[in-house]
C-alpha cells in the first residue's frame, strides 16, 4: 500500500481482556517496528523485525505483550491480561532495510482499557 | 545508556519569529540521528536524518544541524501550519531501533 495502515485506529476494552492491533507495513519493506506513545511522551520501542523474525524484543514491558510476523509483512501485536497502564498510543513502522533508514510510521492505534 | 533529551519541552512563536530547538544525546555510537514531526492524532511524519558532525540539511523553513553532542532545529519565519510536536530520535550503533526524546510541542501563532 502507499503508507503503512494500522487497524482499529481505536480500542477500548476492559481490564483483564486480550487485544491484538494489526500493522499493514508498506510493500517491500523488509523491517517493522512497533512502538508506544503515551500522552505527552516520545515513543517508546517495543520490537523490531527483520522479515519473519523478531530481531530485538528488548522493549516489550513484560510477558503479556507478544507480536507476530508469520509471512514477513502484516504483523500482529498482542496484549493479554490487558491492564490500565496498557493505554496508549500502539504505532507501526516500517523501513526499506535495517541500520540507519527512514521510518515511515502509521497512524497508531489508541488503546483504552479501563 | 543511550539518552535523547530535547529542550524546550514547548514552545509558543509569534508568526515570524525564528527560533531554535535543541536536541542534547549520548549514545556509544551514532548511526544516525533523526528529526521527525508529528501532528496530534498522527504518526510521526519524517523530516531529515544526519549522520556526522557538522552535517545540515534544510527543508523550506526548517534547517538541522548536527555536533558530536547535540542537534538542532532552526526554524526561520514560522508559520502557523508549522505547529506540531518536532520528535528528535537516534539510532545507535548497537541497535536499529530508533530511541527518541520526549519531543518539543511548538505553537505558532499569527
Known amino acids: 500500500g502507499a503508507g503503512v495502515s494500522q487497524t482499529p485506529s481505536n480500542k477500548v476494552t476492559e481490564k483483564g481482556k486480550y487485544v491484538e492491533l494489526r500493522c499493514d507495513p508498506i510493500s517491500g519493506h523488509t523491517a517493522l517496528y512497533w512502538y508506544r506513545q503515551s500522552l505527552g511522551q516520545g515513543p517508546e520501542f517495543l520490537i523490531y523485525f527483520q522479515g519473519t523474525g523478531a530481531a530485538d524484543d528488548s522493549g516489550l514491558p513484560n510477558d503479556r505483550f507478544f507480536a507476530v510476523r508469520p509471512e514477513g509483512s502484516v504483523s500482529t501485536l498482542k496484549i493479554q491480561r490487558t491492564e490500565r497502564g496498557d493505554s496508549a498510543v500502539y504505532l507501526c513502522?516500517?523501513?526499506?532495510?535495517?541500520?540507519?533508514?527512514?521510518?515511515?510510521f502509521g497512524a497508531g492505534s489508541r488503546l483504552t482499557v479501563l | 545508556e543511550d539518552q535523547v533529551t530535547q529542550s524546550p519541552e514547548a514552545l509558543r512563536l509569534q508568526e515570524g519569529e525564528s527560533s531554535s530547538l535543541n536536541c542534547s544525546y549520548t549514545?556509544?555510537?551514532?548511526?544516525?540521528l533523526f528529526w521527525y514531526r508529528q501532528d496530534p492524532g498522527k504518526g510521526p511524519e519524517f523530516l531529515f536524518t544526519l549522520y556526522s558532525a557538522g552535517e545540515e540539511k534544510e527543508k523550506e523553513r526548517l534547517k538541522a544541524t548536527l555536533t558530536k553532542k547535540e542537534s538542532f532545529l532552526h526554524i526561520t519565519a514560522p508559520k502557523p501550519e508549522d505547529s506540531a510536536t518536532y520528535l528528535c530520535?537516534?539510532?545507535?550503533?548497537?541497535?536499529?531501533?530508533?530511541?527518541f526524546g520526549k519531543g518539543t510541542s511548538l505553537l505558532v501563532t499569527p
Open positions: 549514545v556509544s555510537g551514532l548511526r544516525g
Open positions: 530520535a537516534v539510532n545507535p550503533n548497537s541497535g536499529y531501533a530508533l530511541n
Open positions: 513502522a516500517s523501513s526499506l532495510k535495517s541500520g540507519a533508514n527512514v521510518l515511515t
